[in-house]
T-cell receptor
């Protein structure tokens, strides 16, 4: 079945640095991937839609210059948290699918900014 | 995307069937009902989806009412490993237009 892989599974970084999270579709090509963020005891919040070969579409309230998304190939999308601050600490999750299969999710990346 | 309403939490005894309800009264004709679950600190796991017919797979059954305004996810023999947050979501089938918008879900606690 479809598998979505995220890397790293967890990362700790210092305030002011940037962190890149990778999302790969392992056995299929995904023209569209989605990025979510989840704070403790809350539901997943959609951040942006990543489209291969074009600019990402961000949800209202999500800073595109803060969360850079690059979908350079049909199997890889990256999310870069720039100039990270403690309030960016969260669980980041990506998802992808090959139509008409359902969306599958990666296992998430836990970011801690100190 | 149509919104869904789910109970905040439910308990179920191990080995018994878990029936998780979902209301989606504003669903449109070409929106599907999807169910995902999330076990603590993991990404959501796809369970099942359907349009208007009842569906069954190795994990669960999905019962959709005739008017499509509500559905029920059935885990026939719940185990402790089924303890998770269950999300009912409606979306269009195509991933190009059908982003998944998560509500608060139902926290299912399976008890021994």
């Amino acid at each position: 079945g479809a598998v979505v892989s995220q890397h790293p599974s967890w990362v700790i970084c210092k305030s002011g640095t940037s962190v890149k999270i990778e999302c790969r579709s392992l056995d299929f090509q995904a023209t569209t991937m989605f990025w979510y963020r989840q704070f403790p005891k809350q539901s997943l919040m959609l951040m942006a839609t990543s489209n291969e070969g074009s600019k990402a579409t961000y949800e209202q309230g999500v800073e595109k210059d803060k969360f850079l998304i690059n979908h350079a190939s049909l199997t890889l999308s990256t999310l870069t948290v720039t100039s990270a601050h403690p309030e960016d600490s969260s669980f980041y999750i990506c998802s992808a699918s090959r139509d008409p299969s359902p969306l599958h999710f990666g296992n998430g990346t836990r970011l801690t900014v100190t | 995307d149509a919104k869904t309403t789910q109970p905040t939490s439910m308990d179920c005894a191990e080995g018994r069937a878990a029936n998780l309800p979902c209301n989606h009264s504003t669903i449109s004709g070409n929106e599907y009902v999807y169910w995902y679950r999330q076990i603590h600190s993991q990404g959501p796991q796809y369970i099942i989806h359907g349009l208007k017919n009842n569906e069954t797979n190795e994990m669960a059954s999905l019962i959709i009412t005739e008017d499509r305004k509500s559905s029920t996810l059935i885990l026939p023999h719940a185990t402790l490993r089924d303890t998770a947050v269950y999300y009912c979501i409606v979306r269009f089938l195509s991933s190009n237009t059908g982003k998944l918008i998560f509500g608060q879900g139902t926290t299912l606690q399976v008890k021994p």
